[in-house]
């Protein structure tokens, strides 16, 4: 079985600064891993995947995140928030057969103006 | 192509009534899954449904709820004789028949149950 561990559960940053999000996993196995976006009262979006390959992965609204393999990490990056960016976000795990995701606990991120 | 389809958005019970949320999956996709949300805390998974059979259903709290995805018709979670504590925002989440593609879930707006 797969988990995922978010440790920071609120994240306040001033707008335009930059912001990192952090996510840890572990497995026994491969998996993929993911990053959801939450606005207030609404379904969880996708803002980005690590499938395989390059292990920096570029999303929407400026997101990226970079797998690190080592450390079981999947960290959340952007270098300048807007107001707008401020929400919950999710990270989760799937293993390669698919039958599961696994979410963590979220991280509310608040951007202050 | 409708994304997740969750109805109704917002639920409002008395203790003891039964609480009926439905979920119409995407096109295409077969498999549903139920998250529960509760206030100040992360998303928990429920159940993981594929048309006619449940799939994985660890998550589901062992009396009062229930899950289904009939061959026709939304994937419907019920809880019978809700108590305060069921208050919480239900996602519903769909996939592809295999997500070892790499494929993800695609989640429903979500629907808001008050128990009063």
């Known amino acids: 079985a797969q988990s995922v561990t978010q440790l920071d559960s609120q994240v306040p940053v001033f707008e335009e600064a930059p912001v990192e999000l952090r996510c840890n996993y572990s497995?026994?196995?491969?998996?993929?891993l993911f990053w959801y976006v939450q606005y207030p009262n609404q379904g969880l979006q996708l803002l980005l995947k690590?499938?395989?390959?390059?292990?920096l992965v570029k999303g929407i609204n400026g997101f990226e995140a970079e797998f690190n393999k080592s450390q079981t990490s999947f960290h959340l990056r952007k270098p300048s928030v807007h107001i707008s960016d401020t929400a919950e976000y999710f990270c989760?795990?799937?293993?390669?057969?698919?039958?599961?995701?696994?979410f963590g606990t979220g991280t509310s991120l608040t951007v202050i103006p | 192509n409708a994304g997740v389809m969750q109805n109704p958005r917002h639920l409002v019970r008395r203790r003891g009534q039964e609480a009926r949320l439905r979920c119409s999956p995407m096109?295409?996709?077969?498999?549903v899954y139920w998250y529960r949300q509760l206030p100040e805390e992360g998303l928990k998974f429920m159940v993981y449904?594929?048309?006619?059979?449940?799939?994985?259903e660890s998550g589901m709290p062992k009396e009062r709820f229930s899950a289904e995805f009939p061959k026709e018709g939304p994937s419907i979670l019920r809880i019978q004789q809700v108590v305060r504590g069921d208050s919480a925002a239900y996602f519903c989440?769909?996939?592809?028949?295999?997500?070892?593609?790499?494929?993800?879930?695609?989640f429903g707006e979500g629907s808001w149950l008050t128990v009063v």
């Open positions: 989440a769909s996939s592809p028949p295999r997500l070892s593609s790499g494929n993800t879930i695609y």
């Open positions: 497995s026994s196995v491969s998996v993929y």
């Open positions: 690590y499938l395989s390959g390059s292990t």
């Open positions: 989760a795990v799937s293993d390669l057969d698919g039958n599961q995701f696994y």
């Open positions: 096109k295409g996709h077969s498999h």
């Open positions: 449904l594929q048309k006619e059979n449940i799939i994985d």
